[in-house]
C-alpha cells in the first residue's frame, strides 16, 4: 500500500504509509523504543554506512514515525515527511536548513505569531534579515524582495485575518529571482488545498491542528519534493533533536484516516455559522473563505478543494464586546489553537496576539472586536444557537 500512488486522495488517508510489519496488522505498530538491536557488528555497520536498509536509533528514524510521514507526504503529493515534534519544531527545522548569516527571507505578516518571533528575535541574531508584507498584496512581495532574499515564506488563509495569497503568482515570481517559497499550509490541510500544485518548494504543517484533529497531540511535519531536499531537512531534524515520537505518531496517523470526512465536515458546518454571523447585529464584519463577500472570494475558489473550518468576525462593540462574547459561550469551548472536532472560540487581542501590543496588532489586522472561530464538527444547530444566546448577552 505504502507505494501505491495512484490511490485517490480519501483513500490514502486510510491506506497511506501503512508498511508490511510482521504478524500482518494493518494499522501500524506502536514502536515505543528508543533503539534497535544490531544482528551483529557488520550489521551495524552497514547501517551506519546506508548499505541496508533498516533502523538505529529512533531520533533517527523509527517505523511508526516512517508510516506516519509517508502518510502526509503521499497526501501532498510530496516526496517524504519528516516528523517534528511541534508545528515550531518544524518551522525552525525548515528555517534553519534553508537560511543562513546573510539571508533575507520575506515573510507573510499574518504568520502564527511564535514564526514571526522565531524569524525576528532568533534567526536575526544568526544574521538573518526579514521583511514582513501583507503577501495578498502581491506588489508588497515583489518590493519586499532584496539580491539576497532566499526564501519567501507564506501562510494562507492567514491567521487570524483569514488574507488569502495568490500561491502560483508568488511562487513565479520567487522562483524567478531563484528563492524557495516555504508554506505553512495547516489552515487548510492538504484535504483543501495542496500547494505543490502551485510549485511550492517546502509545505509544513503544525499538525496540532487539523492532520491529527482530535486536540490530543502537539505534532508537526515538513514535506519535501526530493531527496535533496529531504537530506537536508533530515540532517538538520536529526542533529537538532526536535522530533516527534512513536506515539504521538501513531495517534496523527490514526487522525489522517479521517481527515478528508472531517474536512467536509468542518466545511458543512462553517457556512451557516459564517451566514449567521454575516447577518447579525452585533458583529461588524465576518472573514470565511466561503462567503461571496471575501474580498478574495475568487482566488479562494481557484485555490481551495472547500473552504475548511476557520471563520473571524469582527464585534461592533469592541474589546468589551469580545470579552463578553468569550465569557458567554456555553457550547463553543473558550480555547487557543484550532482544527481540533471541537468548536473553539478565542479573542486574539485578549489572548493569542495579547503580547504582540495594540499597535502591531493592528497592523497585522487583529483589531479589538476580533473573534477567531475553529467550527467543529458538531450538529451545526447546537454551535449556531450557542453563539446566538451570547452574542445576545453584549448589550451595547
Ligand atoms: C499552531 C500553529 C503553528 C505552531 O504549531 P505548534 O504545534 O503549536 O507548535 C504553526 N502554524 C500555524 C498556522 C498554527 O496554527
Not at 514582513?132 to 492567514?158: C, D, Q, R, W
Not at 509544513?204 to 537530506?231: C, I, P, W
Not at 462553517?270 to 465576518?286: G, I
Request: net charge negative; proline share 4%; hydrophobic share 40%.
Amino acid at each position: 500500500m505504502a507505494h501505491n500512488n495512484n490511490l485517490k486522495f480519501d483513500s490514502i488517508c486510510v491506506h497511506g504509509g501503512i508498511g508490511d510489519y510482521e504478524f500482518g496488522p494493518v494499522v501500524p505498530p506502536i514502536y515505543q523504543t528508543s533503539t534497535f538491536r544490531f544482528k551483529d557488528s557488520a550489521h551495524g555497520a552497514a547501517l551506519f554506512k546506508g548499505e541496508v536498509d533498516g533502523y538505529i536509533y529512533t531520533r533517527m528514524k523509527n517505523p511508526t514515525i516512517e508510516a506516519m510521514e509517508n502518510a502526509v507526504a503521499q497526501l501532498e503529493g510530496g516526496f517524504k515527511g519528516l516528523g517534528c515534534a511541534s508545528g515550531m519544531a518544524a518551522v525552525n527545522t525548515v528555517l534553519t536548513t534553508l537560511l543562513k548569516s546573510g539571508d533575507h527571507i520575506v515573510c507573510s505578516r499574518s504568520v502564527y505569531g511564535p514564526t514571526r518571533t522565531l524569524v525576528e528575535t532568533v534567526l536575526s541574531k544568526f544574521g538573518v534579515e526579514s521583511t514582513f508584507v501583507n503577501s495578498e498584496n502581491f506588489n508588497e512581495i515583489e518590493s519586499a524582495f532584496k539580491p539576497n532574499t532566499t526564501v519567501l515564506y507564506l501562510e494562507t488563509p492567514g491567521n487570524p485575518t483569514l488574507s488569502i495569497t495568490d500561491i502560483e503568482t508568488a511562487v513565479k515570481f520567487a522562483h524567478d529571482k531563484n528563492a524557495l517559497v516555504v508554506i505553512d499550509n495547516t489552515f487548510m490541510s492538504p484535504a483543501l488545498q495542496q500547494p505543490f500544485k502551485f510549485g511550492v518548494d517546502v509545505i509544513l504543517h503544525s499538525m496540532t491542528k487539523f492532520l491529527n484533529g482530535h486536540a490530543d497531540v502537539v505534532g508537526g511535519v515538513v514535506v519535501v519534493r526530493d531527496q535533496e531536499m529531504y537530506l537536508k531537512m533530515r540532517k538538520v531534524l536529526n542533529q537538532l533533536g526536535g522530533v516527534i515520537d512513536p506515539f504521538n505518531s501513531f495517534l496523527v496517523h490514526r487522525g489522517l484516516k479521517t481527515l478528508s470526512l472531517r474536512m467536509k465536515k468542518h466545511t458543512e458546518n462553517s457556512l451557516p455559522v459564517a451566514e449567521l454571523l454575516e447577518k447579525h447585529p452585533k458583529v461588524k464584519w465576518v472573514r470565511y473563505p466561503g462567503l461571496k463577500s471575501h474580498p478574495q472570494y475568487e482566488l479562494g475558489l481557484k485555490q481551495h478543494k472547500a473552504f475548511g473550518g476557520m471563520i473571524s468576525f469582527e464585534l461592533n462593540g469592541g474589546y468589551k464586546a469580545g470579552e463578553i462574547l468569550m465569557n458567554s459561550v456555553k457550547f463553543c469551548q473558550l480555547a487557543v489553537s484550532l482544527g481540533g472536532v471541537e468548536t473553539l472560540i478565542q479573542h486574539p487581542a485578549s489572548m493569542t496576539h495579547l503580547t504582540m501590543g495594540k499597535e502591531a496588532r493592528e497592523e497585522a489586522g487583529i483589531t479589538d472586536g476580533l473573534v477567531r472561530l475553529s467550527v467543529g464538527i458538531e450538529d451545526v444547530t447546537d454551535i449556531i444557537a450557542d453563539l446566538e444566546q451570547a452574542l445576545q448577552k453584549i448589550t451595547d
